[in-house]
T-cell receptor, first 113, second 112 residues
């Protein structure tokens, strides 16, 4: 059974700092990994999708990397801003028939002005 | 760009009542997923549909049922509601299997 872990559970940084969020998964046989942002009580906004054959994806100040063999992904946020404050979730689709996303519990990020 | 639309956004029901949640996927997306997110929890997969047929099933209680209609919208029907059913319910759609999932804003169900 696929399990996704995100470390740290919470992170507080000053504005302008570069930061890294970590995601690990137990079954490396995945189709893809997706990073989401969730504001309190709101929906999930897709940030980046990395296919299993890819090593990284970039969108603006965000860069996500994937090391499938070791079951790890990182989300790098450059020059953090208070508006980046949210919970960041990673999720994977595992090979083996099911198309469902399996989520980690998220990292709650607070960027202080 | 069109997004996944869910209605209603908020719903308050009493115990033992019935609730129906609706989801309108992004046009030309053929797969719809339902997830439940309890307070402080990660989203848990309930059920999915591909081309109007159920394709996968997760930890969905027998009190819940869902279907996808000919216009691709989906409905999640929840009966005999319990206090523990209070949660955010998300619908997501993908253009095809194993691609980027797009989520709606969710329906917040409160059972009192």
């Amino acid at each position: 059974k696929q399990e996704v872990t995100q470390i740290p559970a919470a992170l507080s940084v000053p504005e302008g700092e570069n930061l890294v969020l970590n995601c690990s998964f137990t079954d490396s046989a995945i189709y893809n990994l997706q990073w989401f942002r969730q504001d309190p009580g709101k929906g999930l906004t897709s940030l980046l999708l990395i296919q299993s054959s890819q090593r990284e994806q970039t969108s603006g100040r965000l860069n996500a990397s994937l090391d499938k063999s070791s079951g790890r992904s990182t989300l790098y946020i450059a020059a953090s801003q208070p508006g980046d404050s949210a919970t960041y979730l990673c999720a994977v689709i595992t090979q083996g028939g099911s198309e469902k996303l399996v989520f980690g519990k998220g990292t709650k990020l607070t960027v202080n002005p | 760009a069109a997004g996944v639309i869910q209605s209603p956004r908020h719903l308050i029901k009493e115990k033992r009542e019935t609730a129906t949640l609706k989801c309108y996927p992004i046009p030309r997306h053929d797969t719809v997923y339902w997830y439940q997110q309890g307070p402080g929890q990660d989203p848990q997969f309930l059920i999915s549909f591909y081309e109007k047929m159920q394709s996968d099933k997760g930890s969905i209680p027998d009190r819940f049922s869902a279907q996808q209609f000919s216009d691709y919208h989906s409905e999640l029907n929840m009966s005999s509601l319990e206090l523990g059913d209070s949660a955010l319910y998300f619908c997501a759609s993908t253009p095809r299997a194993y691609t980027e999932a797009f989520f709606g804003q969710g329906t917040r169900l409160t059972v009192v």
